[in-house]
């Protein structure tokens, strides 16, 4: 059974405890609107919060898929989130039903003026779920996406939501719901990120699309970072769970995929000569899934060869995209900051009100370890003829 099939199960059993409960906060079944997800977005007339629900349709008519329900898309603006809440009763008829909610798409826009606006209520709420992903996107309008839905017969927020219970399959955006951005904004030394969702087109067809990641300064955001990026950044965080780590030949062309099995982060903070280090060490167990190269895989040393290119250009991935967030955005994503409070508090202490001016220069050493430990199906070569 799928993620999707799951949560519309889960529903359809919560509309039959409705129907036959008789609890004191009893309430009829065409009384509610099941919210899905929800789009944020800035309308531009007025400046005003636009907020996109994807609401599920119960009536039974939707579109007829083994897993299908249909859901329709209502927008209204308004001063505050729980304005807006309150008042799209006039637009549905309904009282919005949060408990099913799975994710908050934010516009880029809104974003950048600050997020903690748009969901404090979320987050307060006692009919709403902490554990709901929020997303940022870089399309003209957040609703954009959700109205993808209109295409593909499908209840776009549950798609959503289960492309992200399979993200660690792929490692090219972070898996992080409002819990997690509340915790980050709150712990000192330690800034926010959050994946990027945009509108993929080819050939003529339009899907969502997860990769990449939205940097925050407290809760405005600074910029992005693309998947690849997004990878390197989630081996330094120790987020990695898999995927798949390309690796070049010393010519620089592409030549081998190693499978990520599992890998290890350790965060080590140092005082070497009165000035504060950052010591960063992995070791990511592997197996060789593809050889792109007419010489094939034949022995134990150009396997150690393949360890050593790999760990080289981790190396180089993993310092290129520090550096890329000291220089560029000066925002510790990285819980460096966080990692001298717990090892060091006594340093931190001193360097807690200028940190923002130490995370920019800091020093940073990089060692990783790749351990290739299966060649997938075969240890024989596969060899092009002569």
């Given at each position: 059974m799928t993620q999707v099939k799951r949560l519309l199960s889960a529903i359809l059993s919560v509309l039959i405890l409705l129907s036959i409960s008789g609890c004191w906060n009893y309430t009829e079944v065409e009384e509610i609107s099941i919210v899905a997800g929800v789009a944020i977005d800035k309308e531009q007339s007025s400046g005003k919060i636009l907020l996109t629900a994807e609401t599920i349709d119960t009536s039974g008519g939707g579109g007829g898929g083994d897993n299908q329900a249909s859901s329709t898309i209502s927008s209204l603006a308004g001063d505050t989130m729980f304005d807006i809440v309150r008042s799209m009763i006039t637009m549905t008829g309904n009282k919005l039903f949060w408990s099913h909610a799975k994710i908050i798409i934010i516009s880029e826009e809104?974003?950048?003026e600050?997020?903690?606006?748009?969901?404090?209520?979320?987050?307060?709420?006692?009919?709403?779920?902490?554990?709901?992903?929020?997303?940022?996107?870089?399309?003209?309008?957040?609703?954009?996406?959700?109205?993808?839905?209109?295409?593909?017969?499908?209840?776009?927020?549950?798609?959503?939501?289960?492309?992200?219970?399979?993200?660690?399959?792929?490692?090219?955006?972070?898996?992080?719901?409002?819990?997690?951005?509340?915790?980050?904004?709150?712990?000192?030394?330690?800034?926010?990120i959050a994946p990027l969702v945009y509108i993929n087109e080819r050939d003529n067809r339009k899907t969502e699309r997860i990769s990449g990641c939205a940097i925050f300064e407290k809760d405005k955001m600074v910029g992005t970072l693309i998947g690849e990026e997004t990878k390197y950044m989630l081996f330094v965080n120790n987020k990695i769970k898999g995927g798949i780590l390309p690796v070049n030949d010393k010519k620089g062309k592409p030549a081998y995929s190693l499978e990520i099995f599992s890998n290890k982060t350790k965060i080590k903070p140092v005082w070497v000569n009165g000035k504060l280090k950052i010591q960063i060490s992995t070791e990511t167990k592997t197996g060789l899934d593809e050889v792109m190269t007419p010489n094939g895989f034949p022995d134990f040393e150009k396997k150690k060869e393949i360890e050593e290119l790999a760990e080289q250009q981790m190396q180089n991935n993993m310092l290129a995209?520090?550096?890329?967030?000291?220089?560029?955005?000066?925002?510790?994503?990285?819980?460096?900051?966080?990692?001298?409070?717990?090892?060091?508090p006594k340093k931190w202490n001193n360097m807690e009100k200028d940190w923002d001016k130490i995370f920019p220069e800091l020093q940073v050493v990089v060692e990783p370890k790749v351990i290739i430990e299966t060649s997938a199906k075969t240890t024989r070569s596969i060899k092009s003829g002569d």
């Open positions: 809104v974003a950048k600050g997020v903690l606006r748009v969901i404090d209520w979320y987050s307060r709420d006692t009919e709403t779920r902490s554990d709901v992903h929020m997303f940022i996107t870089k399309e003209k309008r957040a609703r954009d996406i959700l109205n993808l839905n209109k295409t593909k017969n499908t209840i776009l927020s549950f798609e959503l939501d289960e492309m992200m219970q399979h993200e660690k399959y792929v490692s090219t955006a972070p898996v992080s719901d409002i819990w997690d951005f509340f915790d980050k904004l709150e712990s000192p030394g330690q800034h926010s995209v520090i550096h890329k967030v000291q220089k560029k955005y000066k925002s510790d994503i990285f819980g460096f900051g966080a990692n001298v409070h717990m090892n060091m």
